[in-house]
């Protein structure tokens, strides 16, 4: 099986530009890359920031080009986004019983789930599971049993070893860690919001992130002037085989063949 995972996409209203390109033009280009190349893919996902300043207009936006995307799309929420604004243009996305943009999607490969790790409170980029969203989450994980299961969320659990995103990580680690136990078979964790590629295995657990659509985190903060860089970006394509996870990091703009000389 086949599936598509894209990550910070920080659209803006009248499809503007932002921090050196333009979000809306990035995520046609990707979404035609996948339309062209990756059209047997079962879902997508897009694992929080869709927008940069949580404006109606960006949803908007986001929206209209989904409809006209053939494959089924899970819309996730993460630091840059507000709940509301969101399930008010979104109201089909799926969302808990307490109104958490988060939900379960059972596929012949396994059970997916997708965690919204946004914290109340505007202008706010740390990450928070409260007690309603880990006993969701508990619930879920008893009852895929040992079916593999696959977690989704935007802000990761742990330092990565870049002091400016590590401030803005998924604080109450340790419950997150005691509420993952409950799961019998949990082959990986995709997480977002550090625009940067990394895997991580954590606590026996592995977890691997993508670049954002539109602009990244140098690994090296004084590498470059100013907070952000312009490496490629790239979506994820898994693959699932039987006992097999691949993951592929498409670097999708621009790609050019090589004339030998």
């Known amino acids: ?33 996948i339309i062209q190349w990756h059209s047997d893919a079962e879902f997508c996902v897009i694992s929080g920031d869709l927008s940069e300043f949580a404006e109606i207009e960006a949803y908007q936006s986001l ?3 989904l409809l006209e ?14 709940r509301d604004l969101f399930q008010s243009v979104f109201p089909d996305n799926p969302c808990d019983e307490n109104n958490f943009a988060q939900s379960s999607f059972e596929t012949k490969v396994g059970t997916f789930l997708f965690l919204d790790t946004k914290k109340h409170g505007k202008n706010v980029h740390d990450g928070e599971l ?17 079916k593999p299961t696959y977690l989704f969320m935007h802000h990761p659990p742990f330092e990565i070893g870049i002091p400016y995103l590590d401030k803005i990580r998924l604080f109450g680690s340790d419950q997150f860690l005691s509420t993952l136990s409950h799961g019998e078979n949990i082959r990986h964790i995709f997480y977002g919001h550090v625009h940067r590629l990394t895997f991580v295995k954590w606590h026996g657990y592995t977890f691997s992130s993508l670049s954002s659509l539109n602009h990244q985190s140098p690994l090296v903060a004084e590498s470059v002037e100013g907070e952000f860089c312009d490496e490629p970006p790239a979506y994820g394509v898994g693959l699932i085989d039987g006992e097999q996870l691949t993951l592929h990091f498409n670097n999708f703009l621009d790609r050019m063949p090589l004339h030998q000389t």
């Open 1 to 33: 099986m086949k599936f598509i995972h894209i990550s910070d996409i920080h659209l803006v209203s009248q499809d503007g530009p932002l921090n050196g390109s333009v979000p809306s033009d990035r995520l046609q280009k990707c979404l035609d890359d």
């Open 63 to 65: 929206k209209k080009r």
């Open 69 to 82: 995307f053939p494959i089924q799309c899970f819309l996730m929420i993460g630091n840059h986004d507000d």
């Open 130 to 146: 409260c007690e309603k969203r880990l006993n969701w989450l508990k619930r879920q994980l008893i009852n895929a049993g040992s």
